[in-house]
C-alpha cells in the first residue's frame, strides 16, 4: 500500500511517498512538487522512480516550469489528451463518412463491390483524412499506381466511389466540398470484341461439339440474349416468363432490377436445357448452388474454334450480341442500350460506329435505287423517240 507519509528531499517543494512498485516487487518512490500559484499552494504528483524514471532534480525542473507557466499540469495533460481524441472522433473522416454514407443506404446495390474497393484502395490512402485535408497529389498517385495494374474502368470505378462518398458528405453538411475536382483516367482500355462470319460458325461448331452443356448454353445464351456472365449465374428459373417472352435480370451489375426479351432462340435453347430438382438455378454450380466460376470449360470451346487468345469466352459474346444489332442499321442505340440494361448511353457509344456504317449503306443504297430508276426512265425515252422516228 502507498505511504501518507510525506520525506522531504534536499530540493525545496519536492518530496515522495513510498508506493508499491508497479511491474517489480518492493516499493518505489512517487514524487510530489508543492508550490504556490494565485495565493493557493498546490501540490502535484509529477512521477514514479521506476516507471517514469523521476529524480528530485528532475522534480524540482518540473516544479520551476510550472510556477514560470511553462508547463502543464498533469491533469491539464491527460485532459489534453482526452479532448483530442474527442476531437478526432468528431472529425468527419473519409472513414466515418462511408460508415455514415452505408447506414443512410441501406440495401445499396452493389455494396460488396464498393465495399471492396473501399477497403483496398480508398481506406489505405485516404481512410483517416478530412475532404478537405485531401489534394489533387493524393489522387494522382492512387491512381497512376492503380493503371498499372487495372483497367482504366476499375481506376475510374474506385475514384468515382471516393467522390461519392465526399459528394455525401457535402450533401449532409457534415464536411466542406473537396478543393479540387478529381480526375479520371483518360483512354478507356475498354474492349469490344468482335467475331467475323467465319469464327462465329467456327465457334458454333465447338459450341455444339463440346460435352459440358451448362459451357455450351451458357455461351448460346451470351449470344442470343447479351447476358453478362454474373447475371447467367443469377438466373433461376423463376426468372424466365415463358409466356409473356421476358428474363428478369435481378441486381444486374449493382444497378436496379431488369428485364430483357426471351427471344426465339434462346426460348428454343431453355426449352431442352436440363431442370436439376433441388435447385433453384438455369445454371447451378456443385451441389445445386449458384455457380461462381465457369472460365476453364467455356475457354476450352474458345481454344477448339480457334478464336484469338485476348477474345473473352462469355464477355466477348456479350459485344458480338451488340455489334450484330448496332451493324444491322435496324437498332438505334436507344433500344440497344436497354437490350444491355446500360446505365448510361455513355457505354454504349461504342457500337455508334457500326450503326454509322449500317446507315452509310443504307444511304448508298438508296442512291443507287434512285439511279436505277433514273436509268430506267432515260432506257424509255430512248425507245419512245426511236418509235417515232420509225412513223416518220
Known amino acids: 500500500m502507498a505511504s501518507s507519509k510525506r520525506i522531504k528531499t534536499k530540493y525545496p517543494g519536492i518530496f515522495y511517498r513510498h508506493a508499491k512498485r508497479i511491474g517489480g516487487n518492493g516499493d518505489e518512490r512517487v514524487y510530489y512538487i508543492v508550490f504556490k500559484k494565485d495565493g493557493k499552494v498546490i501540490e502535484e504528483k509529477v512521477g514514479r522512480q521506476y516507471v517514469d524514471d523521476m529524480t528530485p532534480a528532475r522534480a524540482a525542473g518540473m516544479r520551476a516550469e ?62 483517416e483524412k478530412e475532404p478537405k485535408d485531401i489534394i489533387p497529389l493524393d489522387v494522382d498517385r492512387v491512381r497512376l499506381k492503380l493503371l498499372k495494374t487495372k483497367a482504366s474502368g476499375t481506376v475510374r470505378n474506385v475514384l468515382e466511389l471516393l467522390r461519392r462518398i465526399c459528394n455525401f458528405g457535402v450533401k449532409k453538411n457534415l464536411c466542406p466540398t473537396l478543393p479540387f475536382t478529381i480526375e479520371m483516367p483518360v483512354g478507356s482500355k475498354l474492349q469490344t470484341e468482335d467475331l467475323t462470319p467465319k469464327q462465329l460458325e467456327s ?12 459451357a455450351a448454353h451458357m455461351m448460346k445464351m451470351a449470344l442470343y440474349t447479351g447476358m453478362r456472365r454474373g447475371e447467367m449465374f443469377k438466373l433461376k428459373w423463376k426468372d424466365i416468363n415463358f409466356e409473356r417472352g421476358f428474363i428478369a435480370l435481378i441486381d444486374p451489375k449493382g444497378g436496379p432490377d431488369q428485364k430483357i426479351p426471351l427471344n426465339d432462340a434462346a426460348r428454343e435453347m431453355l426449352k431442352v436445357h436440363p431442370r436439376y430438382k433441388r435447385s433453384p438455378y438455369v445454371f447451378p454450380g456443385r451441389k445445386g448452388r449458384k455457380r461462381t466460376d465457369i472460365k476453364h470449360q467455356v475457354n476450352r470451346i474458345k481454344i477448339a474454334a480457334r478464336l484469338p487468345k485476348d477474345f473473352r469466352a462469355l464477355h466477348g459474346l456479350r ?51 434512285i439511279e436505277a430508276a433514273m436509268a430506267n426512265k432515260d432506257d424509255e425515252k430512248d425507245k419512245v423517240v426511236n418509235l417515232e422516228d420509225r412513223k416518220r
Open 203 to 214: 465457334l458454333l461448331k465447338a459450341i455444339e461439339a463440346d460435352s459440358n452443356i451448362h
Open 319 to 369: 459485344h458480338v450480341y451488340a455489334s450484330m444489332l448496332a451493324s444491322s442499321g435496324q437498332v438505334d442505340l436507344y433500344t440497344l442500350q436497354k437490350l444491355l440494361t446500360h446505365k448510361s448511353p455513355t457505354m454504349t457509344q461504342r457500337y455508334a460506329h457500326l450503326r454509322d456504317e449500317a446507315l452509310h449503306k443504307a444511304s448508298a443504297l438508296a442512291g443507287s435505287i
Open 66 to 127: 510550472r510556477i514560470e507557466g511553462k508547463r502543464l499540469s498533469r491533469k491539464e495533460i491527460n485532459q489534453q489528451k482526452v479532448d483530442a481524441k474527442k476531437a478526432k472522433t468528431d472529425l468527419w473522416t473519409v472513414n466515418r463518412l462511408w460508415k455514415e454514407y452505408k447506414k443512410n443506404n441501406p440495401g445499396l446495390k452493389g455494396i460488396v463491390t464498393d465495399e471492396n474497393r473501399y477497403k483496398n484502395y480508398l481506406k489505405p490512402n485516404f481512410g
